[in-house]
């Protein structure tokens, strides 16, 4: 390294704020030279010091290519990166940033967490949480577990924000933490993510008392808990202050499906959709037109979701769930197998491959359900809906006493929905058993108990009361 003209030296220098791995037109842009220079530069160094290896060209969006390089040792690079006094290095992290946003401009999916990065190296926390954030709404839209590390990260930088703006944004991120921890519990099986959820969303209320998102993600929580009333009155004060939030609407609209009130719950989902166009289409109103028995409906539904998020398990399996119910059956297999195979370890799409295994009747299917069975029930515990499905896995099975008590465990956990346990054909074998009379019966009243409280409780201004 000492052996380096000066300009190799600044070259290099400005290579190693990249990174371990560099492009010739980024170093280009930090040094102000001319990047088939560069190229050449760098290819001297190569043959001549071998501190350097091309990797390949990379695609920029202008339809242009630059050479990418490696240092071919963490310890060259390091050097360079060492040598640099803190501000010079954070000025330069920031030029790096910039270089990439104008290389990558109109597709800068895959350099979200790299510009996230540099602007933290930076010292612009404010950009780096922006990045943090768009490159979690990407992980999420592949599998939700792989953006809580983002949130998280980005929930730490916004204690470097100044005072003016951080108490705001921690509120903010909390808040998005917190959704994302509620929603995730689902799929995940993990009800250790409800307690985390409640904690970040009960610290963004004590930072900002009148925060809707808060207050509808509290509901959320509450209603995955089984806490029916506490769910509703969260939903219903967040639309009290604001009629148009659509995020408390499709709340409601998840409530009133999970209570069997299926008619205010396609209400509830049609004012979402027209308060925010995202909430257009869901797995809310997908369930209640299965329910209705409107099973066209029910598959258009899902497959405008399938559409939305093409990689999500969850999305596939309800797609599958729509056919078997349409009486399509190797078209739901089909569906629930792919879901799957995008997401072996969630505890639903092992639940829901076991169902619809269980309904195949051969020996060998109804084999493969019970061990899916061993590792999807633990995850039961997360979601009242889920519960339920584990109950209809064992009335496939023809296991009468396990069926029952699961869907004990999903009364337990808010599911009241008595008519549609009377009408689902998953659970014809229970249909006939006095006990099963008897428990939709302890349901029913659980509902019509629920009904009355939502009539009692209801906002007159927003017509919330079922009818």
């Known amino acids: 390294v000492e052996r380096l003209d000066e300009a190799d030296k600044r070259l290099l220098t400005a290579a190693s704020v990249e990174g371990l791995e560099f ?35 990379l695609e920029l969006a202008d339809g ?19 040598a640099l006094a803190p501000k010079r290095r ?25 510009l996230a990065l540099h602007c933290e190296m930076g010292r612009d926390f404010a950009r780096a949480i922006e990045h943090h954030l768009a ?36 509120a903010a991120l909390l808040v998005r933490l917190g959704r994302h921890d509620a ?17 970040a969303v009960s610290e963004a209320l004590a930072l900002e008392p009148g925060a809707l998102e808060a207050r509808t993600v509290l ?49 509830a989902q049609q004012r979402a959709a027209a308060a925010d166009s995202r909430f257009s289409h869901s797995i809310r109103r997908l369930s209640v037109l299965i329910y209705e028995g409107r099973l066209d409906e029910a598959r258009d539904e899902a497959t405008a979701l399938v559409q ?42 092992q639940g829901v491959l076991a169902f619809v295994l269980a309904a195949e009747g051969a020996e060998a299917e109804r084999a493969r359900a019970r061990e899916l069975l061993l590792t999807a029930e633990p ?30 465990k999903a009364a337990h956990l808010g599911y009241w929905d008595a008519p549609w346990m009377r009408k689902d054909a998953a659970l014809a074998q229970l249909h006939g058993l006095p006990e099963f009379g008897e428990l939709t019966a302890e349901v029913e009243a659980r509902q019509r108990a629920f009904r009355a409280f939502v009539v009692k409780e209801s906002p007159a201004s927003l017509g919330l009361a079922p009818t």
């Open 64 to 82: 242009h290519s630059s050479q990418r390089y490696r240092f071919v040792h963490s310890l060259y690079q390091h050097a360079f990166y060492d």
């Open 379 to 408: 995850g039961a515990a997360a979601d009242g809906t889920f519960t339920y499905w584990i109950a209809k896995v064992h009335a496939l099975l023809g296991d009468a006493e396990p069926a029952l008590a699961w869907i004990r």
């Open 90 to 114: 954070a000025a330069q992290h920031l030029l790096a940033a910039e270089a990439l946003t104008r290389l990558h401009a109109g597709h800068l999916e895959t350099m979200r967490v790299a």
């Open 183 to 199: 929603e995730t519990a689902e799929f995940a099986g993990d009800v250790e993510l409800y307690a985390r959820a409640e904690a």
């Open 219 to 267: 509901g959320l929580i509450h209603l995955e808990r089984g806490e029916n009333e506490r769910a509703f009155l969260d939903f219903a004060r967040a639309l009290e202050r604001a009629p148009a939030h659509a995020a408390a609407w499709d709340g409601l609209s998840y409530l009133f499906k999970n209570t069997g009130l299926w008619a205010a719950s396609l209400a």
């Open 308 to 349: 939305r998020r093409p990689k999500f398990a969850h999305y596939n399996y309800w797609r599958g769930i729509a056919a078997w119910y349409a009486g399509e059956r190797a078209e739901a297999r089909r569906w629930i197998e792919q879901a799957y195979a995008l997401d072996p370890a969630d505890p639903i799409a």
């Open 23 to 57: 492009t010739g037109a980024v170093v280009a842009q930090l040094t102000e030279r001319d990047e088939m220079e560069i190229e050449e530069c760098l290819r001297s160094l190569q043959s001549t010091h071998r501190l350097v290896e091309p990797i390949g060209d």
């Open 135 to 170: 490159a979690a709404e990407l992980a999420g839209a592949r599998n939700p577990r792989d953006a809580r590390p983002l949130l998280a990260k980005a929930l730490a930088l916004a204690e470097k924000l100044p005072a003016s703006d951080s108490v705001a944004q921690r």
